[in-house]
């Protein structure tokens, strides 16, 4: 009876004995070491712009009215023209301040970045309080028009200018 005692607690002895798993070397030649990632940082760099198809072309006008759109010409300061462009190569962009009549008023140019993948803002300002439009009231519908060097038109809208 005392070897079968022995005997089971000698089992018991070699259940219990824990193995260690076998280690495998890992080659550390040749093994690029990248940072740790964190969250909201890109893991890897953009690729080369060459590599990205350039966005399409998109630009949005919007319009500010100084004191606001219902306001009469003879009591109208300005009207403010923000421009977003993306996806323009250009070097430039030509603004257009067009008259009821089909003339433009007033043309500038502002130079663009040229890089497609970069939103880019533009202002343009009307003057109407003490201006022609002002003195001769050129009311009616308007229009605004974003053009890039090579002629593209960018972006249209109408706006009013009331009596």
Same mark, same amino acid.
């Given at each position: ?10 089992? &018991? ?14 080659? %550390?030649?040749?093994?690029?070491? +990248? ?5 909201? %940082? ?19 006008? /919007?319009? /500010? @009215? ?6 009469? *010409? ?8 923000? *421009?977003?462009? +993306?996806?323009? /190569? ?11 009549? &089909? &003339? ?12 497609? @993948? ?20 050129? %009311? ?11 002629? %593209?038109?960018?972006?249209? &809208?109408?706006?009013? *200018?009331?009596?």
């Amino acid at each position: 009876m005392r070897f079968a005692k022995v005997v089971v607690a000698a089992i &018991a002895l070699c259940a219990c004995e824990q193995k260690t798993a076998p280690r495998l070397e890992q080659q %550390t030649e040749n093994v690029e070491v +990248l940072p740790p990632v964190v969250k909201g %940082t890109p893991s890897l760099p953009p690729p080369p712009a060459a590599e990205l198809p350039a966005p399409p072309l998109s630009a949005t006008l /919007t319009f /500010t @009215y100084d004191p606001d759109p219902m306001t009469p *010409v003879s009591d109208l300061r300005e009207i403010t023209v923000d *421009v977003d462009v +993306l996806g323009a /190569t250009s070097q430039q962009l030509s603004f257009e301040f067009v008259t009821p009549a &089909a &003339a433009v008023f007033d043309a500038r140019a502002a130079a663009l970045s040229g890089n497609p @993948y970069q939103r880019q803002h533009l202002r343009f300002e009307l003057p109407v309080a003490g201006t022609l439009i002002d003195s001769s009231s050129l %009311t009616g519908t308007w229009t605004a028009r974003a053009l890039l060097d090579d002629g %593209t038109l960018a972006a249209q &809208a109408g706006f009013g *200018v009331h009596p």
